[in-house]
């Protein structure tokens, strides 16, 4: 099951890529399964485009397999999304809905965002957007 979880985040990540709506505001900073590396901040910082300015960070949540066929994954997805302000978090947010919301790919049958960014603040302090993602994948 592990290895379907991932691919979910996987194909969400690649999706994300596609969109220039949403490259233009995250570039790469686009991380699956993992925390933004060290040294990141959401400040831009033109001498450090890679590790600073907007990120998207998206994280399994769980599911189920189809009880019927056994071969589709029914599961969700958490996703934050960092600015440099809460309010900037959730302009992110609603760009990522508004470019993936129905989403659909050879791996991801359906993509639906389930809870729109709630702005909040992480750990280190830093401005972020959560939202639950549903998706259905072979």
Do not use: H
Not at 49 to 71: E, Q
Not at 80 to 102: K, N, T
Request: charged letters at 15%.
């Amino acid at each position: 099951m592990a290895l379907l979880t991932v691919n979910a985040a996987v194909a969400m990540r690649d999706a994300i890529l596609t969109k220039s709506a949403l490259t233009t505001l995250v570039g790469t900073r686009i991380y699956v399964q993992s925390d933004p590396p060290a040294g990141y901040r959401p400040t831009e910082d033109p001498a450090q485009p890679t590790l600073t300015g907007s990120a998207i960070v998206i994280t399994y949540r769980g599911g189920s397999r189809d009880g019927g066929s056994g071969m589709l994954v029914q599961g969700s997805l958490y996703v934050r999304c960092y600015a440099v302000s809460e309010l900037a978090a959730m302009a992110l947010d609603a760009v990522l809905a508004r470019e993936l919301d129905g989403f659909q790919s050879a791996s991801l049958r359906s993509l639906t965002q389930a809870l729109t960014g709630q702005p909040t603040r992480d750990p280190a302090g830093w401005a972020m957007a959560y939202s639950t993602w549903n998706y259905t994948s072979t």
